[in-house]
């Protein structure tokens, strides 16, 4: 099975700190996304990863940054959280070619007061 | 800009009703149409459909592609309390390979 773990379920920061939210994958999948989630909004993309140290961004960018120095890892960077950043964060993993099906963490719920 | 609309966003039944859920879309370059169920967790995987009229089957739930009329639907027969959750619906295309864009999801509640 295919496993994606986000390092975090619950997270509180205050307006300004900057937030690392991680996420690994171990099926060795060469595209990695995150994606914030909102009440009535569905899925969002912020940023993508085709393979390691490269990203792409999404719909959604402004006010966050990515990494991926490795295959597994994906790190959705927040550089001075706001408020109308609190929501819920998912990532995913996909493998390349054909198939498009992605597989998600559990997800972050980042509460930024 | 690509476009994945889901009706309706939320419907309440009771166990042992059917259920339809509706995506439309318009979306360049479609490869495929994908069906989410989440829960209080992540997003799990149902259905990829990628051709017309041909039904996907699981259990009680089914899903089908209409590619003239760019929908999909998602069935759900003899619901049970633990079809409760939110129905997600994605389409693979746009200029990005790999990329999906979402709807807004429907969430459904099934009661005792």
């Known amino acids: 099975d295919v496993k994606v773990t986000q390092s975090s379920r619950y997270l509180v920061k205050r307006t300004g700190e900057k937030v690392f939210l991680e996420c690994v994958q171990d099926m060795d999948h060469e595209n990695m996304f995150w994606y914030r989630q909102d009440p009535g909004l569905g899925l969002r993309l912020i940023y993508f990863s085709y393979d390691v140290k490269m990203k792409e961004k999404g719909d959604i960018p402004e006010g966050y940054s990515v990494s991926r120095e490795k295959k597994e890892r994906f790190s959705l960077i927040l550089e001075s959280a706001s408020t109308n950043q609190t929501s819920m964060y998912l990532c995913a993993s996909r493998s390349g070619g054909a198939k498009n099906i992605q597989y998600f963490g559990a997800g972050t719920r980042l509460s930024v007061l | 800009e690509d476009k994945v609309v889901q009706s309706p966003l939320s419907l309440v039944v009771h166990e042992g009703d059917t259920v339809t859920l509706n995506c439309s879309y318009e979306v360049t370059n479609f490869r495929s149409l994908l069906w989410y169920k989440q829960e209080k967790k992540a997003p799990t995987f149902l259905f990829m459909l990628t051709s017309s009229g041909i039904e996907k089957k699981s259990g009680r739930l089914s899903s089908i592609l209409d590619k003239k009329e760019l929908f999909s639907i998602l069935n759900i027969t003899a619901t049970q309390t633990g079809d409760s959750a939110i129905y997600l619906c994605?389409?693979?295309?746009?200029?990005?390979?790999?990329?999906?864009?979402f709807g807004q999801g429907t969430i459904l509640t099934v009661h005792p």
């Open positions: 994605a389409v693979a295309g746009g200029t990005s390979y790999g990329k999906l864009t």
